[in-house]
């Protein structure tokens, strides 16, 4: 069992929480995850890992509520204990060869909070970082004065432009590029489509770029086969062999196709799981 330490509440759908686990945290690097159960019959749910804090021995994840999974978890608070919290999991980041680069970090959504940490590695390493930070609307952004501190420009956007800056991430790339920044390497991580849209735009200036690929897991071992993807025609397991990959090699039409197999499943767990006469939560098992 993993105690919740504290917990905070980022928006609406959003929540950050420090899990005790001070095995994990002496080994988690940046780009990894976890996964968790909330109970002993409760789904294998991988989440990047968003932080560590050795001293306390926690290890920060930051989730959005969109599943019965992360609905229940959710729900819980400081103090509570979760069933299982496994990891750390993947291969790290590579970023120590970016030192004295310069690099886009950029996060489309929740992507953020994945994005951040990287940043802040490479910030503290002594890279010149812009981050470009994308959201539906101003409601939901999130860390944005963590992303300033960890970057040495920060670009935050949204598609509605409530924020007072309209577009997409991959428009303020562009704009950069336009206006004559170089970067030596870009990092994405976010929604599928952002991904591909921004692999698209940095392979016509030959730009190195690196996407962390959160497909559908189950094991975390590659037995299961549940997060095989195409990278450069050959397969690949995103708990083992990633979750980065080289963004210009991704099948991203695959991942589209197969990243939609089970969202009648998540829409009808959601329902489930809460009345939609009281709006009170069901806990069932």
């Known amino acids: 069992m993993f105690k919740i330490v504290s917990k905070k509440r980022l928006n609406k759908e959003s929540v950050e929480l420090d899990i005790e686990a001070p095995l994990i945290a002496k080994k988690a690097r940046p780009g990894q995850f976890v996964i968790f159960r909330t109970t002993e019959k409760g789904e294998r749910v991988p989440l990047t890992i968003a932080g560590a804090d050795l001293e306390r021995g926690t290890v920060k994840i930051i989730f959005q509520m969109v599943g019965r999974s992360t609905m229940e978890l959710g729900e819980m608070n400081e103090g509570d204990f979760i069933q299982d919290f496994v990891g750390p999991l993947g291969k790290p980041s590579e ?20 994005a951040y940490p990287l940043a802040a590695y490479l910030h503290k390493i002594g890279a010149d970082v812009d981050m470009i930070a994308g959201f539906r609307n101003k409601d939901i952004i999130i860390l944005e004065e963590e992303m300033k501190a960890a970057s040495t420009r920060l670009f935050v956007t949204t598609d509605d432009g ?52 959160n497909t559908i897991m189950i094991d975390g071992t590659g037995m299961c086969g549940s997060c095989r993807l195409t990278v450069g025609g050959e397969t690949k397991f995103a708990c083992v062999d990633g979750p980065d990959f080289d963004g210009h090699q991704v099948d991203f039409n695959e991942v589209m196709s197969r990243s939609r197999i089970y969202n009648e499943q998540e829409r009808h767990d959601k329902e489930a799981h809460v009345c939609r006469l009281t709006g009170e939560v069901r806990h069932e098992h």
Not at 96 to 108: E, M, N, Q, S, T
Not at 171 to 178: A, G, H, T
């Open 95 to 114: 970023l120590d060869p970016l030192k004295g680069k310069k690099v886009a970090v950029i996060g489309g959504g929740l992507g953020a909070a994945i």
């Open 162 to 213: 409530s924020n007072g800056t309209k577009g997409f991430v991959s428009d303020i790339l562009q704009k950069l590029i336009n206006e004559g920044t170089k970067y030596d390497h870009v990092i994405a991580i976010g929604p599928v489509i952002m991904m591909k849209v921004t692999c698209s735009l940095t392979k016509k200036y030959d730009i190195p770029t690196t996407v962390s690929m």
